[in-house]
């Protein structure tokens, strides 16, 4: 079956601070892959996706690029800011049942 | 702003009391989704609807259920809720089923104690 492994949180960093999240995937086929956020307080909303090996998504700062030989999707920003502090939730999308899996979340804590 | 919600925002129930959660969105999607949530974990998927047709998943139990009876309105029935049913309760909503259409839009969530 289709899972999602995220690394552990928090990950707790200065603001300007880089950041990685990993976030490595397995699937049967060839899956979307995206990066939701949730803010305290607040549903998940979507940060970016990728539809095929190699693309970049981007949004906000943030950027993700889609790596079929390694089965990975991890997420970068350059510079962090307070703002940033939310859980991100790695996913794919199954493109027979297009119903996605959800990694675990990592908890990200920006300080001043 | 069109968007998805969820009442209550908190619910608190007695151990083996019926409860109801309820989702509406203004998005006019076709597709609705409910999911648990547990702390540190992903979001499970318990089941969807694709306009009526309602899929279950397999490992869902009996003691959930749901209606959607219309496009803008799904509900969550926990039937006799346990202590292991507490957990965020969360609604989403997907335009339709296919590659163009796989980003999902989320209510804020409903979060369900059990005394």
């Known amino acids: 079956g289709n899972s999602v492994t995220q690394m552990e949180g928090p990950v707790t960093l200065s603001e300007e601070a880089f950041l990685t999240i990993n976030c490595t995937y397995t699937?049967?086929?060839?899956?979307?892959l995206f990066w939701y956020v949730q803010y305290p307080g607040e549903g998940l909303q979507l940060l970016l996706k990728?539809?095929?090996?190699?693309d970049k998504g981007s949004n906000k700062g943030f950027e993700a690029t889609y790596r079929k030989e390694t089965t990975s999707f991890h997420l970068e920003k350059g510079s962090v800011q307070v703002s940033d502090s939310a859980v991100y939730f790695c996913?794919?999308?199954?493109?027979?049942?297009?119903?996605?899996?959800f990694g675990r979340g990592t908890s990200l804590i920006v300080h001043p | 702003d069109a968007m998805v919600i969820q009442n209550p925002r908190y619910q608190v129930t007695q151990f083996g009391k019926p409860v109801t959660l309820s989702c509406s969105q203004t998005?006019?999607?076709?597709?609705m989704y409910w999911y648990q949530q547990k702390s540190s974990q992903a979001p499970k998927l318990l089941f969807h609807?694709?306009?009526?047709?309602?899929?279950n998943e397999a490992d869902t139990p009996d003691n959930f259920q749901s209606r959607r009876p219309n496009t803008s309105f799904c509900f969550l029935d926990i039937r006799s809720p346990g202590l292991g049913d507490a957990a965020m309760y969360l609604c989403?909503?997907?335009?339709?089923?296919?590659?163009?259409?796989?980003?999902?839009?989320f209510g804020p969530g409903t979060r369900l104690t059990v005394l």
């Open positions: 996913a794919l999308s199954d493109r027979g049942s297009y119903i996605p899996t």
């Open positions: 699937a049967t086929g060839y899956p979307s």
């Open positions: 998005l006019n999607h076709n597709v």
């Open positions: 609807y694709y306009d009526k047709d309602f899929n």
């Open positions: 989403a909503t997907s335009r339709d089923r296919g590659p163009s259409a796989d980003t999902q839009y």
């Open positions: 990728a539809t095929k090996a190699d």
